[in-house]
Structures are given as C-alpha cells and as structure tokens.
Nanobody, 123 residues
Framework: QVQLEESGGGLVQPGGSLRLSCATS????????VGWFRQAPGQERTGIAC????????YYADSVKGRFAMSRDNGNNMLYLQMNSLKPEDTAFYYC????????????????WGRGTQVTVFS
C-alpha cells in the first residue's frame, strides 16, 4: 500500500533553514511522480515542488524558487524539501504527495498524501 509520512517541521526564525523529510513506501519514486504541497490557515492547498518522472525535471512554484529545493533518495525511499531563507509567509502545513500519473502544482490531483507537518516561521 502506498504510504507517505512527513517529519521535520517546527518553529524557525525568519531567514533560517529547515529540512522536511518524507518517508515513502509501497511505490518507487522512479515510477510515481512526487511533490511537496502546503496549506496556510484559511487558504487552499497549493503545490510548491513537483517531480516529473517523464523528463526528470523538478518544477517549483515562483514563491519558493531559488529558496527551496526538493531531492529524492530512491534507495532509501525518502523525499526531502530543503527550505532556506524562510519568510513568515512560508508558515503553513506541509505535505508530501504521490500520484500514478502526474504531479500538478496548482491542481489538487494527487492520489496519495501524507498527514502533514507544521512549519512556523516566527518574526
């Protein structure tokens, strides 16, 4: 069964860094597109990074481009999100997700989701 579980969230100062981890099981990241998403209080969930298994490209939302980096450790079935230069606007609940077909930053189409982890950037 496909499972994803996030960890590494917490409280961080503006300008600081944090790395989120996502432990996956039940699928290979060589076959299933994966991504990171976030949801701020009162807002809709939106994508911040998606990996395309067809062309091997990682796509980032403009709001995090140059600051966040997603990486995959397929051998250990781990997905990571390195977050640098954090801003108060980055405060949100962060999720990792996977799908059989595609990852979309701006459409809620992912089939498999973790339970999320809270990131709070305190000013």
């Amino acid at each position: 069964q496909v499972q994803l579980e996030e960890s590494g969230g917490g409280l961080v100062q503006p300008g600081g860094s944090l790395r989120l981890s996502c432990a996956t099981s039940g699928f290979s990241m060589d076959d299933y597109p994966v991504g990171w998403f976030r949801q701020a209080p009162g807002q809709e969930r939106t994508g911040i990074a998606c990996y395309d298994t067809t062309d091997g490209t990682t796509y980032y939302a403009d709001s995090v481009k140059g600051r966040f980096a997603m990486s995959r450790d397929n051998g250990n079935n781990m997905l990571y999100l390195q977050m640098n230069s954090l801003k108060p606007e980055d405060t949100a609940f962060y999720y990792c997700a996977a799908d059989r077909v595609a990852c979309a930053l701006y459409h809620d189409i992912m089939a498999y989701w973790g339970r999320g982890t809270q990131v709070t950037v305190f000013s």
